[in-house]
């Protein structure tokens, strides 16, 4: 069992960045942000695994980077050049299967909101 904490969404305007932060109760081999906008259905944004190998979602190429710090069991996602479209809820999620397919990550965290207004 993983016990996942997001930090750091709040308000921003567009063209905004925000950081957000995962804290991992224990190491997982896959580590993940999806996000959940009002009347959506929740989407896989960002992926990284053991190696540190990333993948991201079309919408957020070249704006977000995800990353990790392996000491402290903590995930980031550094989100830049913010677009209303980025409102939504962010999700941490962890998954100990194959790390480039959304439907594996089975643990999740609560939630953090970001809202970027125009």
């Known amino acids: 069992q993983v016990q996942l904490v997001e930090s750091g969404g709040g308000s921003v305007q567009a063209g905004g960045s925000l950081r957000l932060s995962c804290a991992a109760s224990a190491y997982t081999y896959c580590m993940g942000w999806f996000r959940q906008a009002p009347g959506k259905e929740r989407e896989g944004v960002a992926a990284?695994?053991?190696?540190?190998?990333?993948s991201y979602a079309n919408s957020v190429k070249g704006r977000f980077t995800i990353s990790k710090d392996n000491a402290k069991n903590t995930l980031y996602l550094q989100m830049n050049s913010l677009k209303p479209e980025d409102t939504a809820m962010y999700y941490c999620a962890a998954s100990f299967g194959y790390c480039w397919d959304w439907s594996r990550y089975n643990y999740w965290g609560q939630g953090t909101q970001v809202t970027v207004s125009s």
């Open positions: 990284i695994g053991s190696t540190s190998s990333t």
